[in-house]
Each structure stands twice: as structure tokens, then as C-alpha cells.
């Protein structure tokens, strides 16, 4: 019997960047309070968070927006630029267009709010590691207006889309892990994988989270 068929799985290991000391504390009491998630290092901006992560290879990095020196957004931009970088997600105060939009740019899969629900951030974390992609509710309702007013019909690119390319984008629109939308849909998680790279590239998005938000705006979910 192996040690986690013993002890259940091996909870996510987390690098968390924040500047205010308590709000750090606050949030790793939060995140490590059913013992799924694991917070094995703390960062007070972006430099000391890119010197975590190289330290202590996490599943998962969870980062502010605005911290002194090299904030959040300048971390992740190196960060998501490597290719072996772990999934990321910006937790902040601030819902601002903007920060979403650069967010999205840098390849951050996830995007939250700090005064979410403890249970939906360790929802999210563990969402993440497994390969999903998470946005707040209040963004997406915020940005939804936004693409269908661009894009009110889906755009040809969409139907360049085989069927089984538009199974997988709506499981992305749910924001399900490859893990999840392969049981649902009988495939293999690295087959949902190579689905998921074809449809970034016939959509022009940069990753699954822009995917999903044109996937809702178009009524695709």
C-alpha cells in the first residue's frame, strides 16, 4: 500500500506573495485550514516571490497585483515565461479591467479577489493544480458585456473548431480541469491536453482562461 493510499493525497504546495505581513498570515491560515493545501513559501513582493519559487518548486503560485519594487504582474510575466512554471492565479483587492486584461496577458490562469470565500480560494488552488482555470464570477459578469459587444456571433475561427475542439472549450468555459473534462468526455488527460493546445491556437488565445471568456461571451457553455 502506498503512502498516499495511507495518508490520502499529498496536499498542493503553494508560494504565496503578498505585501501586508498580516494579510499573508491571514491567507495562509485560510488556505492551509483543511490541510489539502500546503503554503511552503511566503513572499513580500515580486523578487523575493521569482526567489520562492526557484527555492521551493510549488504545485501552485498565488500572487498580488501591487507589492513595492517588482509587484506581482512583473513576477508573473518571468515566471509564466519559463517552461516549466506552475500554474498561477493574481489574488487582489483590485477588479479593475485593467489588471485583468494584463493579468490575462502575462498567462495567469487564474484571477481572484481577496474578499472571496475562504472555501472558493482553496477551491480555486486546488482547481488550478489540477490544471483548470479559475476567474472570480464578479470579473467574468464584468467582462462578459465587453466581448459580446465585440464579438456579438461567434467569429469564423469558431467554426474552424472540429466538434470535439468545442466539447473541450466549453469544458473550458467551466473552468474544469483537463482531468475532468476527459472523464466526461471518455478521453485521456494528455489527449484533452493536445485539444486544448489546437484550440488556443485556431482562437488566437494566449491561454484557457482567455479561451473560457470567449467561450462565454459567445454563448458557449
Not at 508560494?15 to 485550514?33: C, F, I, N, W
Not at 506581482?72 to 516549466?84: F, K, S, T, Y
Not at 472570480?136 to 469558431?158: E, G, K
Amino acid at each position: 500500500m502506498t503512502a498516499e493510499a495511507v495518508h490520502g493525497p499529498a496536499p498542493v504546495r503553494v508560494v504565496l506573495a503578498d505585501d501586508e505581513p498580516l494579510m499573508r498570515a491571514g491567507l495562509r491560515t485560510v488556505l492551509e485550514a483543511d490541510g489539502s493545501v500546503q503554503v511552503v513559501g511566503l513572499a513580500e513582493d515580486g523578487s523575493s516571490l521569482l526567489a520562492a519559487v526557484d527555492v521551493h518548486r510549488p504545485d501552485v503560485v498565488v500572487a498580488d497585483v501591487q507589492m513595492p519594487g517588482t509587484d506581482g504582474l512583473a513576477a508573473l510575466r518571468v515566471l509564466c515565461a519559463r517552461p516549466d512554471a506552475p500554474p498561477a492565479a493574481v489574488l487582489t483587492t483590485f477588479d479593475l479591467d485593467e489588471y485583468v486584461g494584463e493579468a490575462l496577458q502575462v498567462g495567469v490562469q487564474g484571477f481572484l479577489l481577496k474578499d472571496a470565500e475562504p472555501q472558493t480560494l482553496v477551491r480555486a488552488v486546488l482547481d488550478l493544480a489540477a490544471g483548470g482555470a479559475v476567474l472570480d464570477p464578479r470579473i467574468t459578469a464584468r467582462l462578459l458585456p465587453r466581448l459580446a459587444a465585440r464579438s456579438p456571433q461567434p467569429p469564423p475561427r469558431l467554426a474552424a473548431l472540429t466538434l470535439r475542439e468545442q466539447q473541450v472549450l466549453r469544458g473550458l468555459a467551466a473552468g474544469d480541469s483537463n482531468a475532468e473534462i476527459g472523464y466526461r468526455l471518455g478521453l485521456a488527460e494528455a489527449t484533452v491536453k493536445k485539444y486544448v493546445s489546437a484550440l488556443l491556437t485556431k482562437l488566437g488565445a494566449d491561454n484557457r482562461v482567455q479561451a473560457a471568456l470567449l467561450a462565454h461571451g459567445w454563448g458557449l457553455r
